[in-house]
């Protein structure tokens, strides 16, 4: 032992490798820990609140329609929305007409003005944009929420076997022209049909 460390006083460079190394393997840094990712504040209050259920909601033909390009809220479905939010986890899905940041903009300005958004209402950070049906039914179908409502016999169909409850709005009654839809989906006329037959059945949940 005592040979070897004279070796290595007579080769000076021999020895800054040494001592190199040695600072190397004490002072590296170790590898972060893997965080777990976890929900954010917007995507977990409405669930933490009293166990309210997931309800995702396509706007167009249901909350507004678009009339030259813009943004146009009912206000009777708005009126019907807040309702459906007292009890619910409520996440807005709109397909634009076209895929620009100014259209989106006119929706959430349109969708606030309106009253939508606010304590007791719906979350702003739950409005969500796509620009394709396709889109849509991929939003919903990852939200994986208790119910969906929709106008497109399309997104019902690809929904049904993967959400609890889907409902067709602006069909017929069942029993009706709907009778075609796919099992699982319900229809209503409007969202405030909805609203009010969820009411009728005393049902707290969606």
């Known amino acids: 032992m ?6 290595l006083a007579n080769r000076p460079a021999l020895v800054a490798i040494v001592l190199v190394l040695l600072c190397w393997l004490l002072l590296r840094p170790r590898p972060p820990r893997t965080a777990r990712r976890t929900p954010s504040a917007g995507a ?34 708005v009126a019907a929305l807040l309702t459906l939010a007292a009890t619910c986890d409520i996440y807005l899905v709109t397909q634009l007409e076209s895929d620009s940041d100014a259209q989106e903009e006119a929706v959430m300005a349109a969708l606030s003005a309106a009253g939508v ?4 209402a719906c ?32 997104v019902a169909s690809y929904l049904a076997p993967h959400v609890p409850s889907v409902v067709l709005i602006g069909a017929d ?32 949940g969606a």
């Open 173 to 204: 009654p069942p029993g009706g022209a709907s009778s075609s839809a796919p099992p699982s989906v319900e229809s209503c006329r409007s969202l405030v049909d909805y609203v009010a037959a969820r009411a009728a059945r005393g049902t707290g």
């Open 44 to 77: 977990s209050a409405g669930a933490a609140a009293s166990g309210a259920r997931a309800v995702s909601v396509s706007t167009p033909g249901v909350l507004l329609s678009f009339r030259g390009g813009a943004p146009v809220v009912d206000d009777a479905a």
């Open 117 to 120: 958004f606010g304590p007791g």
């Open 123 to 154: 979350d702003r950070r739950k409005a969500l944009v796509c620009a394709t049906e396709d889109g849509r039914a991929a939003i919903c179908r990852q939200l994986s929420p208790a119910a969906h409502l929709d106008t497109s016999r399309k």
């Open 2 to 7: 005592v040979l070897a460390l004279l070796n």
